[in-house]
Structure formats: structure tokens, C-alpha cells
């Protein structure tokens, strides 16, 4: 079993930024990765990047490609959301989830575990 531990949230202005934190119990554990999702109210989840532990290959949803950036630190079982530029529409709660393929996965079915979830409010 994996937990991960979400951090980074808060309330920010538009055009601000903020560095999400997803740390890992363990890399291991049948799962190979990394990915954040977001739901904002009323919404379904939505996929927003994803990072396989052992090569760094990653994904990026095109709605935060540009100003959204994931990255690793496999030493500290973390994964990172750097989110730039943000805009009022990038409020939600942020998840990141433990992919269960090798592949890297856009579908939320393919997250095996899960975090509790950051806040955050971006005010215009």
C-alpha cells in the first residue's frame, strides 16, 4: 500500500504562483508513478500531469501545458507541481494519485491510490 501526502495549497492572486508537494510512502508497491488531477466544484476530476519514477517521462494536460510543470526528486519519493500564471479557472483541490501501469495514465482509473487532496483559490 502507498500513501501520499499532498502540500502546497492556499489562496493566491491571479498571475501568482505555488509549488504543490505529493510525497510517496514508497516507490514501489506495484505502482510506477505520479499524477495530479484537480476538481473544482461541481466538476469531475480532471487530469492535470503525470511523471513515471524511473525515467522522469511525463505528461501534461494542454489546458496547463505552458505554465504547469511536474517534476521529481526520487530521493525524497516527491513529486512536485510547479503551477505559474495562475488563473482564477485553476481553482480546485489538487489530488495526486499513484499510478498502477507502466504507462503513463490521463484516466483517474488508473491511479491506484490517492492523496487527501490540497486546496486551491486563485482570486481575480
Request: aromatic share 10%; hydrophobic share 35%; net charge positive.
Amino acid at each position: 500500500q502507498v500513501q501520499l501526502v499532498e502540500s502546497g495549497g492556499g489562496l493566491v492572486q491571479a498571475g501568482d504562483s505555488l509549488r504543490l508537494s505529493c510525497v510517496a510512502s514508497t516507490r514501489t508497491a506495484g505502482t510506477y508513478g505520479v499524477g495530479w488531477f484537480r476538481q473544482a466544484p461541481g466538476k469531475e476530476r480532471e487530469f492535470v500531469a503525470a511523471l513515471r519514477w524511473s525515467d522522469g517521462r511525463m505528461s501534461v494536460a494542454e489546458s496547463v501545458k505552458g505554465r504547469f510543470t511536474i517534476s521529481r526528486d526520487n530521493a525524497k519519493n516527491t513529486v512536485y507541481l510547479q503551477m505559474n500564471s495562475l488563473k482564477p479557472e485553476d481553482t480546485a483541490v489538487y489530488y495526486c494519485g499513484a499510478s498502477r501501469t507502466w504507462a503513463i495514465q490521463i484516466d483517474s482509473g488508473g491511479y491506484r491510490y490517492w492523496g487527501q487532496g490540497t486546496r486551491v483559490t486563485v482570486s481575480s
